[in-house]
């Protein structure tokens, strides 16, 4: 199972080690490529949640102030 090019994209942005294959491991994490891909996109999703609830928060400041 190989990464696409927005996979390598958004693995690299959000910090997340990943290789190209199953033989070739990151450094921190022993997982299959499947188990990788999967970690990656929770690991997004996580992220994801964190930044809407920061512009939920900034949005009510700003409109109650």
Known sequence: MQYNRFEKI??????YSIGETDKDTPKVAVLSQRHAKIGLYMKFIEKLVAWLTCF??????????
């Open 10 to 15: 958004l693995a690299r942005a959000i910090d």
């Open 56 to 65: 939920v928060i900034i949005a009510g400041v700003w409109r109650h102030w």
